[in-house]
């Protein structure tokens, strides 16, 4: 059985190695002001400064759902891949909390939950490594 490596979208990677690595993206949400947007699919990095820069107001963020994981994990099952997602420091986000949730609840394949402590590029570090070593 082959593993497959997820990270939340706060992973500091550049989007090619994505692809190139096999890393999967569960996104968290950006909150600009009252409006929510999946980050990487509905808004930009670009979008989210200009918003701060004529609002003069920080954006926030919302760990994924369970819902979100579990579909990220749920097509691992389905493909036979074992699973370590690396997420942003719990320090900072529910995110690793949601993600064990719904790893309690994919049967049939490995879910390995790994704080990764830190944020943007302390977590691409450990997930290219991860990768690399999936490979």
Same mark, same amino acid.
């Given at each position: 059985?082959?593993?497959?490596?997820?990270?939340?979208?706060?992973?500091?990677?550049?989007?090619? +190695?994505?692809?190139? +690595?096999?890393? #999967?993206?569960?996104?968290?949400?950006?909150?600009?002001?009252? /409006?929510?947007?999946?980050?990487?699919?509905?808004?930009?990095?670009?979008?989210?400064?200009?918003?701060?820069? &004529?609002?003069?107001?920080?954006?926030?963020?919302?760990?994924?759902?369970?819902?979100? $994981? +579990?579909?990220?994990?749920?097509?691992?099952? &389905?493909?036979? %891949?074992?699973?370590? $997602?690396?997420?942003?420091?719990?320090?900072?986000?529910?995110?690793?909390?949601?993600? %064990?949730?719904?790893?309690?609840?994919? &049967? #049939? /394949?490995?879910?390995?939950?790994?704080?990764?402590?830190?944020?943007?590029?302390?977590?691409?570090?450990?997930?290219?490594?991860?990768?690399? +070593?999936? %490979?």
């Amino acid at each position: 059985m082959n593993v497959k490596i997820i990270v939340d979208s706060t992973c500091d990677l550049p989007r090619d +190695l994505f692809e190139e +690595l096999d890393i #999967g993206v569960v996104t968290l949400y950006v909150l600009l002001g009252e /409006v929510s947007y999946r980050e990487w699919q509905e808004i930009t990095p670009e979008e989210v400064v200009a918003w701060s820069n &004529k609002t003069d107001k920080p954006p926030t963020t919302s760990a994924p759902s369970v819902d979100d $994981f +579990l579909k990220a994990f749920k097509s691992c099952e &389905k493909a036979k %891949q074992d699973i370590v $997602f690396i997420g942003t420091s719990s320090e900072t986000t529910a995110t690793c909390q949601v993600a %064990q949730i719904a790893a309690d609840m994919v &049967k #049939g /394949v490995k879910v390995q939950i790994i704080d990764g402590r830190s944020i943007s590029a302390g977590t691409a570090c450990i997930a290219y490594k991860a990768a690399k +070593l999936a %490979q």
